[in-house]
Each structure stands twice: as C-alpha cells, then as structure tokens.
C-alpha cells in the first residue's frame, strides 16, 4: 500500500512524521503523493490559523482522496477532539501513539472500524521513537523532549503535549550515532520545550558534550532554547566546544517588562540583556534569532514601540514575528484589554519589517568572508550561523565545503568555492 504524510507546524512534528515515515517504510509501505492509498495528517494547534489549516487540510485529503485512509494525529486534533470526532477520518488520535502507527492502520485494515483515542492528561511517558536517517532534509532532526510546564498565559501547547519528560540519554546518543554513520553532518536537537532536557543526571549540556565526542558529527544546533537556560555551565561548553553551531534561536516573546509579566514569562528585559551580552562576548558573530508575540492583552501603543526599540537594542539577526491567537482555555483568553485585530495585523507587520532590516544589517557584515556551507539541494547550503549560501558550481550533498561570500540580495548569498 502507498501511504503519504502531511506535516504542520514544528521540528518536533516534522521529527515525529519522519519517524512514522521510516516505520510503514520498514512495513513495506511505498511513500508516494500523487495516489496515496493513506493519508497522515500530523496536526499543529500553536494559533487559530493553525488549527483552521489543519483542518482544513483535514477536509482537502478527503476530498482529493476519497477511498484513501484517513489518519489525523497531533496537535490540533489533541486540543479540538471533539471537532475532529465529528469529521470524516478513519483514525484519529492526539500526541501519543505516533509511534504504532503500523499497529494502528493493521488494526483498522481487520474490521474498517473507525478508529478514536485520546488520553488527555499531562501526565504521560516520554513515548520512545528513533530515526535512522532523514529522508527530507540534510540536517537531521532528534527529538529529545517533550512537554513544557511554562503555562505562558497565551499558549496552549503544555495543555496538549502534557508534562515535562525527556529521552532516555542512552538511547539519545545510539540514535544520534546512528544518524551521523547514515550521512548527517549536522544535528538538530529539538523538543517542545528542548532546555528543560533532563535524564538520569544528565541535561541538555550534558548531551552536547558528549554527542560532540561522536566521529564524523560536525555541527550541534539546538532547535530553540530559553535564556533561562542558559547558564554558566551552558555558556563554558559554548565557549569550547565549537560544533555547536553560531546560531541560538531565544524566545523573547515581548520588549515590555509589563507584557512580559502578563505572559508569566520567568524574566525581565535586564536579565535578558545580560545574558545576550554573555553569550556574544563567547561568540562576538553569533546569530541571535527570536520570537515575539504582538498584541497580547495589555499590549498598548507605546508599550509595542518599546518592543520595537527592545529588539533593535538586542540586534537580533532575525525575529519571527506572531499576532497573539486567543487560545481557548488560557489565562490570556479571559483577560481584559484585548487588542483589536487591526492593531494586531499593524504592529505584526512593523515587526516584520524591523526584523528585515536587522537580518539585512547581520548578513552585510559577512561578505567577502571565507565561510563553511553545508550542502543542501541545488547547490545551495546554510553556515553555522544560518546564513543561506548558493554556490556557484555543483557540490555534493550533505558535504561542508569552504566558500567566498561574493554578493548578497534577498537573504541569500552567492559564493565561489575557496581554492
């Protein structure tokens, strides 16, 4: 049987399709998107909008696929059940059991019976899942936590992805290992809440430490990471050991000690500065990447503009910029001083444009420099600090090679390989 996986959202869900992929592959399925006799949709709930793709998609797959198997899992599907109960899919479940995803369509290939389950509670294993090798992308992605316990005021995720708990640190490195012997060079590290990353005495620096042992492992990026967690013990591997890669994804979330607190976030702007500081006194060229919310409740004009400032202050090389989504069940769902859509769509768009420019500020300093580039697709590549590079000569996949940066125009560099 062809099968066909469609992902929103995450690393996390991207890393999670990647392994249902590899386990109906190893089951004989055949991978194919044109006449797919299954369909998995791995969901995202992080916003409305992302919640109406889903379903949206939900409704798309089933009209271009009548006869196909439908699967829906994830996100979305954990937080809106009960729409989704109600929707024409064969099988359908939240977070958990991804991982029987073979199990799950045998046992509806026996009977044809519609096929529900959702368990609902936070407090939930971490469910076991490796990766051999990734088929969709050069750099391979290793899920090594899952849940937060956060409860920011605008965020739904620790309600759908349950508590705090981290992959055996063992089973992390076989897997990582495995990776590296299959042709990755490079390393994500990715979780819903990847810092907190704890197992049998050991954390997050804990594993990059020792995955930087690994023959062949060049880079060790973190998908994203708190600056909370970012301390003293953190910062000394940074300063040593250089696979990790120059680039840190820091949500900041608001440039507004007053927004900050609404959101429950566990910092203020002081301690943020001079954590940033830190860090770039270690890695002066560091890439610093964030993301901020505009328009949470409370969020007035001037408080905005102060993000503005915060975040031009900081010199991010990039932000990703998000209106705040009411996410029903939240604190911030039921709080006063709700910001207009309006506001929200204008603020968000000045965001972006601030952001543009500060990517545009970070990437000028590079040219004419000397950099290393992992080769994707097409002879195209990103360096450790996530700058986009086309080669202009054919280079092999998945091998780093050194180039010049020549010229820049619309976020991408065009290079010559150094002689």
């Known amino acids: 049987m062809k099968f066909y996986i469609y992902t929103?959202?995450?690393?996390?869900?991207?890393?999670?399709?990647?392994?249902?992929?590899?386990?109906?592959?190893?089951?004989?399925?055949?991978?194919?998107?044109?006449?797919?006799?299954?369909?998995?949709?791995?969901?995202?709930?992080?916003?409305?909008?992302?919640?109406?793709?889903?379903?949206?998609?939900?409704?798309?797959?089933?009209?271009?696929?009548?006869?196909?198997?439908?699967?829906?899992?994830?996100?979305?599907?954990?937080?809106?059940?009960?729409?989704?109960?109600a929707m024409d899919i064969d099988i359908l479940i939240g977070n958990k059991d991804k991982s029987l995803i073979a199990s799950l369509i045998k046992?509806?290939?026996?009977?044809?019976?519609?096929?529900?389950?959702?368990?609902?509670?936070?407090?939930?294993?971490?469910?076991?899942?490796?990766?051999?090798?990734?088929?969709?992308?050069t750099r391979a992605f290793v899920k090594i936590q899952d849940g937060c316990d956060n409860f920011c005021s605008y965020c739904i995720i620790p309600f759908v992805r349950g508590s705090i708990r981290s992959k055996d640190f063992e089973i992390a490195l076989a897997e990582i290992r495995n990776l590296v012997l299959n042709g990755h060079k490079e390393i994500v590290l990715?979780?819903?809440?990847t810092g907190s990353y704890s197992h049998s005495g050991h954390d997050l620096t804990d594993l990059i430490h020792e995955m930087s042992k690994?023959?062949?492992?060049?880079?060790?990026?973190?998908?994203?990471?708190?600056?909370?967690?970012?301390?003293?013990?953190?910062?000394?591997?940074?300063?040593?050991?250089?696979?990790?890669?120059?680039?840190?994804?820091?949500?900041?979330?608001?440039?507004?000690?007053?927004?900050?607190?609404?959101?429950?976030?566990?910092?203020?702007?002081?301690?943020?500065?001079?954590?940033?500081?830190?860090?770039r006194q270690i890695r002066p060229f560091i890439s610093i990447t964030t993301d901020i919310i505009v328009g949470h409740p409370f969020e007035t004009n001037d408080l905005f503009f102060k993000t503005l400032e915060t975040?031009?202050?900081?010199?991010?090389?990039?932000?990703?910029?998000?209106?705040?989504?009411?996410?029903?069940?939240?604190?911030?769902?039921?709080?006063?001083?709700?910001v207009s859509e309006m506001d929200k769509k204008n603020r968000n768009q000045a965001l972006i444009s601030l952001s543009n420019q500060l990517e545009e500020?970070?990437?000028?300093?590079?040219?004419?420099?000397?950099?290393?580039?992992?080769?994707?697709?097409?002879?195209?590549?990103?360096?450790?600090?996530?700058?986009?590079?086309?080669?202009?000569?054919?280079q092999k996949k998945q091998e780093i090679v050194r180039v010049k940066l020549l010229s820049y125009q619309d976020k991408l560099f065009l290079a010559e390989v150094c002689k």
Do not use: W
């Open 8 to 85: 929103l959202g995450c690393k996390v869900n991207s890393y999670e399709s990647e392994m249902m992929k590899e386990k109906l592959l190893n089951e004989g399925y055949i991978f194919c998107e044109e006449s797919p006799d299954i369909v998995i949709i791995n969901t995202c709930s992080v916003t409305n909008t992302a919640d109406s793709k889903s379903r949206k998609m939900v409704r798309h797959f089933r009209k271009t696929f009548p006869e196909a198997i439908l699967v829906v899992c994830g996100c979305s599907s954990e937080n809106k059940s009960s729409l989704y109960e």
């Open 107 to 137: 046992l509806y290939l026996k009977d044809k019976k519609k096929f529900v389950k959702f368990y609902h509670t936070r407090k939930l294993p971490f469910e076991d899942m490796v990766v051999d090798k990734f088929t969709s992308h």
């Open 190 to 193: 990715t979780g819903i809440h």
């Open 214 to 279: 690994i023959d062949g492992l060049e880079r060790i990026r973190i998908s994203s990471i708190e600056i909370t967690e970012l301390n003293e013990k953190f910062m000394l591997e940074l300063k040593t050991n250089f696979k990790i890669c120059d680039h840190l994804h820091i949500p900041l979330q608001a440039g507004s000690d007053k927004i900050l607190r609404k959101m429950n976030r566990k910092y203020d702007l002081v301690y943020f500065e001079k954590t940033l500081e830190k860090i």
């Open 311 to 338: 975040a031009e202050k900081f010199k991010f090389s990039k932000i990703h910029a998000f209106p705040y989504s009411i996410r029903s069940g939240t604190k911030a769902s039921c709080m006063e001083s709700q």
């Open 361 to 394: 500020d970070y990437y000028k300093q590079f040219l004419g420099q000397e950099v290393d580039v992992l080769v994707e697709d097409d002879n195209t590549g990103f360096t450790s600090n996530y700058l986009k590079v086309k080669i202009l000569s054919d």
